[in-house]
């Protein structure tokens, strides 16, 4: 089945310094992916939608000047988290849908750790 | 291998009528299980959820029943509506939600009136 890699899987960094993550779909083209952050105890916050070749979509409260997200290739999508804070730890996780049939496949989450 | 799985990439029932989306899994470690619902061309939002501890949450029409003995939870839907038309998503982590999320493939529901 289609799946959806992202990396790193966990990362550990110090305040200040800028994160990138990685997600790829690895046997399909997509052309919209979604990234969300998911809170211990919560559900998934959608952050945003990437779309490739333009501008993401930020929902409403997401920094968009913090959370860069491009979106160059239809396999590739990155999000970085910029001069990232303590409260910036958590899981990031990304889903890429699958143009011509519409599935929504979900990457295995990063964990970011801002020391 | 897939830890979560939704056997049923689809389905169909008549408004007014129950619509029960189901969703097992493999990991015995699992503690805390999720549904999202998904419209075309927009990303999940969630839906309900339900802890270990429990065997069943409600909300509204919507139900979630959890039987651990079988690793298997379902989604029941009350009365459905055309509205209710979309892919559900069942997911599910260790550790109370501390671990990242691992999703089924979806479920496309379709409710005709």
């Known amino acids: 089945g289609a799946v959806v890699s992202q990396h790193p899987s966990r990362v550990i960094c110090k305040s200040g310094t800028s994160v990138k993550i990685e997600c790829r779909s690895l046997d399909f083209q997509a052309t919209t992916m979604f990234w969300y952050r998911q809170f211990p105890k919560q559900s998934l916050m959608l952050m945003a939608t990437s779309n490739e070749g333009s501008k993401a979509t930020y929902e409403q409260g997401v920094e968009k000047d913090k959370f860069l997200i491009n979106h160059a290739s239809l396999t590739l999508s990155t999000l970085t988290v910029t001069s990232a804070h303590p409260e910036d730890s958590s899981f990031y996780i990304c889903s890429a849908l699958r143009g011509n049939t519409g599935e929504l496949f979900f990457g295995e989450g990063s964990r970011l750790t801002v020391l | 291998d897939q830890q979560v799985k939704q056997n049923s990439p689809s389905l169909s029932v008549q408004e007014g009528r129950i619509s029960i989306l189901n969703c097992d899994y493999t990991?015995?470690?699992?503690?805390?299980f999720l549904w999202y619902k998904k419209y075309p061309a927009e990303g999940p939002t969630f839906l309900i959820s339900?802890?270990?501890?429990?065997d069943k949450n409600e909300d509204g029409r919507f139900t979630v029943f959890l039987n651990k003995s079988a690793k298997h939870l379902s989604l029941h839907i009350v009365p459905s509506q055309p509205g209710d038309s979309a892919v559900y998503f069942c997911a599910a982590s260790e550790n109370s939600g501390n671990t990242p999320l691992v999703f089924g493939k979806g479920t496309r529901l379709s409710v005709i009136a």
């Open positions: 990991n015995s470690m699992f503690d805390y």
């Open positions: 339900i802890s270990s501890i429990k």
